[in-house]
């Protein structure tokens, strides 16, 4: 069983920048994208950036495009979101996910845990 383990959050200030970073436990774990997807407290889930590897397509939620990059090494199964200009409304549990096989990256095949990211106004 392939695990995603998601590292990087923490408590930042309105403004700030936080990194997360996100790695399969199986290095031979072939994934077709990998992406960010976020959970507020009372709120649905929702996408925030994915990557598809074999065209290096990068998609960002609209509420984060221009703040966040996301990125990450196909061969090593990892992703990162880099986040920048931090508000209080992107506080929220922050997940990573892969899809192994073509397809939308909003039904993806693997979840990590989640991070939590604060952010204090």
């Known amino acids: 069983q392939v695990q995603l383990v998601e590292s990087g959050g923490g408590l930042v200030q309105a403004g700030g920048s936080l990194r997360l970073s996100c790695a399969a436990s199986?290095?031979?774990?072939?994934?077709?994208?990998m992406g960010w997807f976020r959970q507020a407290p009372g709120k649905e889930r929702e996408f925030v950036a994915s990557?598809?590897?074999?065209?290096?397509?990068?998609n960002y939620s609209d509420s984060v495009k221009g703040r966040f990059i996301i990125s990450g090494d196909m061969a090593k199964n990892t992703v990162y979101l880099q986040m920048n200009s931090l508000k209080p409304e992107d506080m929220a549990a922050y997940y990573c996910?892969?899809?192994?096989?073509?397809?939308?990256?909003?039904?993806?095949?693997?979840w990590g845990q989640g991070t939590q990211v604060t952010v204090s106004s």
């Open positions: 199986r290095r031979t774990f072939v994934t077709y994208a």
């Open positions: 990557i598809t590897w074999s065209e290096v397509i990068r």
């Open positions: 996910a892969a899809r192994r096989t073509p397809g939308p990256v909003t039904q993806p095949d693997y």
